[in-house]
């Protein structure tokens, strides 16, 4: 059965305090790992997808990058306007299911 | 319109009603997909449609009915719901399977009295 599990559960940051937030996953063939946003009172927004270990995406403030066993999120310089909930899903064995991590909280305080 | 809306954004029923929940997206994709998010628990597939054909149903309670009449609106309908039914139904849809992200709705809150 596949799994993700993400950490922290939530994380304070001072605006322009850099960090990152962490997914880890077990999954039996990878299809993709996905990131998404999700702000209160809306549904997830689509950021990222991952293939293959080794692989980075950018943009503005976010890179996230992938290993056989995790993947990161890079938040460089954040603004409040980046709180939010991170998600991550992993698509593996089934062609249409993803596997969603419980999230991480963000807030970027001024 | 553009990207996946769905109607309601809040519905409150008691146990014995029955309501549906609508979804509809533009973006010209073939699957679409019922998710479920419950507080503190990760978002919870429940039925997956693609080309109009359920593809998967996660041991979903028979109290939840979906309903894809074409590729662009999917419905959930709901009856004798229970309080723990309370939660966020988000609906998504991607062009077909495999590797391709998935784009979501707003969801609809639901309120089980």
């Known amino acids: 059965e596949d799994q993700v599990t993400q950490s922290p559960e939530a994380l304070r940051l001072q605006e322009g305090e850099s960090s990152s937030l962490n997914c880890s996953y077990t999954?039996?063939?990878?299809?993709?790992l996905f990131w998404y946003r999700q702000d209160p009172g809306k549904g997830p927004e689509f950021l990222f997808t991952l293939y293959s270990a080794g692989e980075e995406k950018e943009k503005e403030r976010l890179k996230a990058t992938l290993t056989k066993k995790e993947s990161f999120l890079h938040i460089t310089a954040p603004k409040p306007e980046d709180s939010a909930t991170y998600l991550c899903a992993v698509g593996g064995g089934s062609n249409y299911k993803l596997t969603f991590g419980k999230g991480t909280l963000l807030t970027v305080n001024p | 319109e553009t990207g996946v809306t769905q109607t309601p954004r809040h519905l409150v029923m008691g146990m014995t009603n029955k309501k549906s929940l609508k979804c509809e997206q533009h973006l010209g994709h073939n699957a679409m997909y019922w998710y479920k998010q419950s507080a503190k628990k990760p978002l919870e597939l429940m039925f997956v449609y693609n080309f109009k054909e359920q593809t998967e149903n996660n041991s979903v309670p028979s109290r939840f009915s979906p309903e894809c009449p074409n590729s662009s609106h999917l419905f959930l309908h709901l009856h004798t719901l229970q309080p723990e039914d309370s939660a966020l139904y988000l609906c998504?849809?991607?062009?077909?399977?495999?590797?391709?992200?998935?784009?979501f709705g707003d969801g609809t809150r639901l309120s089980i009295l």
């Open positions: 999954v039996s063939g990878l299809r993709g």
């Open positions: 998504a849809s991607s062009p077909s399977g495999g590797n391709q992200p998935q784009h």
